[in-house]
């Protein structure tokens, strides 16, 4: 299990306990002696110029601007699919991932516009300006 679900999990077990120590089923919470807290991650991270090289050798233009995207603005995959024309702002530089209809997921084998996986997700992510021909 990752150790964030396995946090997630002992959250879960220690609320249970502290509702049997409220019922007086128990007298103390056993997850308390426990170091269960998940060490946080160090995630790598791509440079700009990484990033540039890494979509240079992509052959699909789409496909590298998804990933350019992608790495600067951190959106998932479905939020990327879900983009419109009207969700970016090329004067501005942002692009909008709409609470209801941003994602685009998999239902049944069917695509649907649905909202995306986290709040977080949601709303204006800025962009960097590029040269017309920044991905090769």
């Given at each position: 299990m990752a150790p964030k679900s396995a946090e997630d999990v002992m959250k879960v077990l220690s609320r249970i306990f502290n509702n049997a120590?409220?019922?007086?089923?128990?007298?103390?919470?056993?997850?308390?002696?426990l170091k269960w807290h998940a060490a946080p991650k160090n995630r790598p991270w791509a440079t700009p110029d990484q990033v540039l090289q890494l979509a240079s050798h992509i052959r699909h233009w789409g496909y590298q601007v998804t990933v350019t995207a992608a790495a600067y603005t951190g959106?998932?995959?479905?939020?990327?699919?879900?983009?419109?024309r009207c969700n970016v702002d090329e004067?501005?530089?942002w692009v909008y991932v709409d609470p209801e209809i941003g994602a685009l997921k998999d239902l049944g084998g069917?695509?649907?516009?649905?909202?995306p996986k986290?709040?977080?997700?949601?709303g204006p992510?800025?962009?960097?300006?590029f040269s017309p021909?920044?991905?090769g």
């Open positions: 120590i409220d019922d007086g089923r128990i007298s103390r919470n056993p997850c308390l002696r959106m998932r995959f479905g939020e990327l699919a879900a983009l419109q004067e501005c530089r069917h695509a649907v516009l649905g909202p986290t709040a977080a997700g949601t992510s800025a962009f960097p300006r021909h920044s991905c």
